[in-house]
T-cell receptor, first 114, second 114 residues
């Protein structure tokens, strides 16, 4: 089955700096890669996603890149703000065949220092 | 609107109690999910309902019993739980009835088993 590894487990940045979180996946058939933000006491919130026919996607200060050959994808947050502090999870799934459910990475705790 | 609601927010139950968790979405989504999340861990898939039929059961103990009365509602019936079942229980839904694609999570029910 699919296995998703996520690094780093914790990340501390100064307000205004950029943050990058990386994930690798094992199943070359995976074709959908969402990122979730989870604040304390809340459910995960879908913040951005990318499909395997696209290499990069941006939404304001966040972007996701996908390298299908290397089987890794990354979340980039620019101009970080204290409200970006949360746990971020990457995930992967295959919409077409097999399990068709999300496999999550282990999570990254991002702390933005004011 | 991407709202999934869950009740109750918090639940404390003894090991001999029977209780139910409820989840509701009015987005017309065709798949609904139950996840269990322990502290500092990613969500773990428990069950997937696709078009109101159980499509995935991740070998969950029978003390957890899911029910999908209609396309908008998902219940999780709990009976004879163990203290290690204490966790955040998350419901999610997706438009894609195949069990993959964008999933939207509710805020969760914090369950404590005493």
């Amino acid at each position: 089955g699919e296995n998703v590894e996520q690094h780093p487990s914790t990340l501390s940045v100064q307000e205004g700096d950029s943050a990058v979180i990386k994930c690798t996946y094992s199943d070359s058939a995976s074709n959908y890669f969402p990122w979730y933000k989870q604040e304390l006491g809340k459910g995960p919130q879908l913040i951005i996603d990318i499909r395997s026919n696209v290499g990069e996607k941006k939404d304001q200060r966040i972007a996701v890149t996908l390298n299908k050959t290397a089987k890794h994808f990354s979340l980039h947050i620019t101009e970080t703000q204290p409200e970006d502090s949360a746990v971020y999870f990457c995930a992967a799934s295959n919409k077409n065949t097999g399990r068709r459910a999300l496999t999550f990475g282990s999570g990254t705790r991002l702390q933005v220092q004011p | 609107d991407t709202e999934v609601t869950q009740t109750p927010k918090h639940l404390v139950m003894g090991m001999t109690n029977k209780k139910s968790l409820k989840c509701e979405q009015h987005m017309g989504h065709r798949a609904m999910y139950w996840y269990k999340q322990k502290a500092k861990k990613p969500p773990e898939l428990m069950f997937v309902y696709s078009y109101e039929k159980l499509s995935i059961n991740e070998s969950v103990p029978s003390r957890f019993s899911p029910e999908c009365p209609n396309s908008s509602l998902l219940n999780l019936h709990l009976h004879a739980l163990q203290p290690e079942d204490s966790a955040l229980y998350l419901c999610a839904s997706s438009q894609d009835g195949t069990g993959a694609g964008e999933q939207y999570f509710g805020p969760g029910t914090r369950l404590t088993v005493t």
